[in-house]
């Protein structure tokens, strides 16, 4: 398997832009989860779906910031309209239920510079 | 409120000697805990795990200790070895509710082995 795959994998864009950020999770995984690492607040989870609906949205962190799973091989996490503190590495991760479920598989990461 | 903690933000070590990196965490519902290393510009990677019901899990020239009384665990690599330099996170969950998967993860130490 290739692993969880994003893209892009880097984007510059321009404040009040959209930004959306894509992710295919791992073949036959339940769980996909969107994370944002920033240098203050370190890996913070935005959102997890689980069978591709919303389970928790908790950390998202307002309204401008929206994620969907239409189906189990594709996520998107867009960010409209887009500021510089949002500037940061998205990162998207998948699991699998069952024996080591809480093991989860990241992708390579999205470095976002908003300016 | 950080609820799992990694205070050392960088260590550094000599190759062939033994690296131990250490996380604190607060929230007593946690019951399993993982390290994940991360290297630049790549996603974190599952390194090794514990459940709560054990003290020490071993993987190769990986241990991870988990001291429940003390809310403490680390993760000693011996021997350490240049490859080994990354940034090592630890992180934590609660799965007392039967399907929480949410992974809360410390701010990272990055551990870097002299040749």
């Known amino acids: 398997d290739a692993g969880v795959i994003q893209s892009p994998r880097h984007e510059v864009t321009e404040m009040g832009q959209e930004v959306t950020l894509r992710c295919k999770p791992i073949s036959g995984h339940d769980y996909l989860f969107w994370y944002r690492q920033t240098m203050m607040r370190g890996l913070e989870l935005l959102i997890y779906f689980n069978n591709n609906v919303p389970i928790d949205d908790s950390g998202m962190p307002e309204d401008r910031f929206s994620a969907k799973m239409p189906n189990a091989s594709f996520s998107t996490l867009k960010i409209q309209p887009s500021e510089p503190r949002d500037s940061a590495v998205y990162f998207c991760a998948s699991s699998q239920l069952g024996i080591g479920q809480e093991t989860q598989y990241f992708g390579p990461g999205t470095r976002l510079l908003v300016l | 409120d950080q609820q799992v903690k990694q205070n050392s933000p960088s260590l550094s070590v000599q190759e062939g000697r033994i690296s131990i990196l250490n996380c604190d965490y607060t929230n007593s519902m946690f019951d399993y805990f993982l390290w994940y290393k991360k290297y630049p510009a790549e996603g974190p990677t599952f390194l090794i795990s514990i459940s709560s019901i054990k003290d020490k899990n071993e993987d190769g020239r990986f241990t991870v200790f988990l001291n429940k009384s003390a809310k403490h665990l680390s993760l000693h690599i011996v021997p350490s070895q240049p490859g080994d330099s990354a940034v090592y996170f630890c992180?934590?969950?609660?799965?007392?509710?039967?399907?929480?998967?949410?992974?809360?993860f410390g701010k990272g130490t990055l551990l870097t082995v002299n040749p």
């Open positions: 992180a934590a969950s609660d799965n007392s509710g039967g399907s929480n998967y949410k992974l809360t």
